[in-house]
């Protein structure tokens, strides 16, 4: 069982894999239904998958993939060390553990959300961006590479800590 509490980092990437499930149902809702009113995709830009819709798509589609099976396949990882193996993250492995748990989770979520956000803001009809500012769609774009290298890089961060910790409690006796 993937919520097993007597595997203390298992239960932790567990309940992860929980919120961003829950947040990819959230926002699979928001957005098939246009609640709330300002966010409008045209789902059949979506279902064709061309131009803007691929930004959304895509987005959705990895955080589906990395945010909640990453998420639960790092508590199988975990559980397998902790009670399979019986070994215990202790000292600076529990601490790369936590870098892990933090920096995997905000670089995947930042990461997806940001192309789900910019595919759907794209998406938007240009009269709405108009009555919300001018330059509305340039600002949001304008800061784009910086914001994903640093989600990207949090991610990456996140994922070596993990294999780091991952090592060495498996090399202690």
């Keep these: 069982m993937l919520l097993d509490r007597s595997s203390t980092w298992a239960f932790r990437f567990g309940v992860a894999g ?31 998958i061309e131009g803007y819709g691929i930004w959304f798509a895509l987005g959705y589609a990895t955080y589906i993939i990395l945010g909640v099976a990453g998420a639960f396949l ?17 000292g600076t492995a529990e601490k790369l553990a936590w870098l892990h748990l933090i920096l995997m989770n905000v670089g995947i979520a930042s990461t997806s959300w940001l192309m789900m956000v910019a595919g759907d803001a794209a998406m938007l009809p240009p009269e709405l961006c108009a009555l919300i500012h001018p330059g509305f769609l340039f600002a949001i774009v304008i800061e784009y590479p910086t914001l994903m290298t640093i989600s990207i890089a949090s991610l990456v961060a996140g994922i070596i800590s993990g294999a780091l910790g991952y090592r060495m409690t498996r090399r202690t006796a």
Excluded at 22 to 31: F, H
């Design 74 to 90: 790092m508590s199988a990882l975990y559980r397998d060390t902790e009670k399979g193996l019986g070994k215990k993250y202790t």
């Design 18 to 48: 929980i919120v961003h499930g829950s947040l990819a149902v959230i926002a699979i809702i928001l957005w098939a239904t246009g609640l709330p009113p300002f966010v409008r995709p045209q789902m059949s830009w979506l279902i064709y």
